[in-house]
């Protein structure tokens, strides 16, 4: 299974490019693939699915966000 060496940021619209390297035996569904935003340079932790051969993304950056928006508004 290939994956993208770059996607888009979803935050910025810029390349985002891959920092994991393919494992020996390929890519297997359920493996989290790495890119580094070269915008805003988030971190995108993208998990290898079977539907499209293209990653999707997981949520924890923006679940992370959240939960400390979420304590900020509680300090206010
Ligand atoms: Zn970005």
Redesign the pocket.
């Known amino acids: 299974m290939e994956v993208p060496k770059t996607i888009t940021?979803v935050?910025?619209g810029?390349l985002?490019h891959r920092l994991s390297y393919p494992p020996e035996e390929g890519w297997e569904i359920g493996d989290y693939v790495a890119y580094r935003?070269s915008?805003?340079n988030?971190r995108w932790d993208l998990e290898v699915c079977d539907e499209d051969a293209a990653p999707t993304f997981v949520s924890y950056a923006s679940e992370f966000r959240a939960i400390l928006e979420e304590r900020g508004k509680s300090q206010v």
Do not use: N, P, T, V
């Open positions: 940021c935050d910025c810029q985002a935003c915008g805003c988030d």
